[in-house]
């Protein structure tokens, strides 16, 4: 893992002002001569900056998105627990973690992080700049707001605006986080059963019913507990709430609720959507209740350059991480 300071003042799109931030990031091969070979991938809400790590078989070595042939950059998100800046960092003004006064973050706030680091990397144009779900959101953002530095999208998993049913489940996972009893302490594990908790509710918008009564349905006809969905949950949560923290998932959360390609661009989604003009590939999963098929069908439907494939999968929402094989033969045939 690299590490980049910006020792200025950043500005956020709320107004605060951060006196710097830190950049956590990962590259993977190397830049050309041409500088033509960039892939940026933005990360979803509670991954790394590694993706050969969470996107395995889709990135690394004679993957679709190989660094024999392509350089690769990933960031960490502002905001997020895994280096870069966020709600577990040292406050200058307090000489105290940040916690709860971390100040209030956006998708485009990540974004404009992301473009200090690529001006600090001296690269001048994206050959390729990938999303899926959160990461989505930056992808489509950034196309925005360097329109000629970003020549290519490929976006999964994603919609131009935070829907209503997606700020409603977010929601319902602070909820959890405020209903624990830690979550108003001054300390780093503050809320972490209330994680847990969130974890459990965004799971059920990960997967979907299909998925869920197919692999963790009970054989034992006799059972009155511990049934095997009920552990799945509880595992899924423990997980998260082993490796992420609560801060963050609570601030990046309501990151996600700012999402609207639209906001200070006239409010209309649709008109903003004809002006990405970027050849772009957008991939859809069939069984996803978290961003549904509608969502991709409606962007390609509007961006002058896009085409859509619609992937069959059982697996929902995580279909964008699950189905790689069928993804990567699909971005390969595009990128020929």
Not at 47 to 67: E, L, M
Not at 316 to 324: I, K
Request: charged share 20%; net charge negative.
């Amino acid at each position: 893992m690299k590490h980049f300071a910006h020792d200025k003042p950043f500005l956020l799109e709320s107004g605060a002002t951060l006196p710097g931030i830190e950049i956590s990031y990962y590259t993977y091969g190397a830049l050309n001569a041409e500088g033509s070979n960039v892939i940026w991938i933005c990360h979803a809400l509670t991954a790394n900056a590694d993706p050969t790590d969470w996107w395995q078989g889709f990135v690394g070595n004679d993957a679709v998105i190989d660094p024999a042939k392509y350089f690769i950059v990933c960031a960490n998100i502002l905001g997020s627990c895994y280096g870069s800046s966020g709600p577990l960092n040292i406050n200058p003004e307090t000489q105290q973690p940040y916690y709860h006064l971390f100040p209030s973050i956006t998708i485009r706030d990540m974004v404009n992080a992301h473009m200090l680091l690529r001006a600090h990397l001296k690269i001048e144009t994206i050959h390729l700049l990938i999303g899926g779900s959160m990461g989505g959101y930056q992808a489509i953002e950034w196309a925005l707001m360097e329109k000629d530095r970003i020549q290519q999208l490929f976006l999964l998993a994603t919609s131009p605006t935070e829907s209503a049913w997606g700020i409603a489940v977010h929601t319902a996972q602070r909820l959890a986080i405020e209903a624990d009893q830690s979550w108003k302490e001054n300390t780093a594990n503050a809320g972490k059963k209330g994680l847990k908790a969130a974890r459990a509710i965004g799971m059920l918008t990960y997967r979907n019913y299909g998925i869920m009564v197919k692999t963790q349905s009970d054989t034992d006809a006799e059972k009155l507990d511990h049934y095997k969905a009920a552990s799945y949950i509880l595992h899924q949560g423990n997980k998260l709430s082993d490796r992420f923290n609560a801060y963050s998932y609570w601030l990046l959360t309501k990151a996600l609720d700012t999402h609207h390609i639209a906001r200070g661009r006239g409010g209309n989604t649709d008109t903003v959507l004809k002006s990405i003009g970027q050849r772009s590939l957008i991939i859809g999963i069939s069984s996803d209740i978290l961003c549904p098929l509608i969502e991709q069908q409606h962007m390609a439907a509007q961006m002058p350059n896009a085409s859509l494939v619609e992937i069959d999968s059982v697996y929902g929402h995580d279909g964008f991480l699950v189905e790689t094989e069928k993804i990567s033969a699909q971005l390969k045939a595009w990128l020929k």
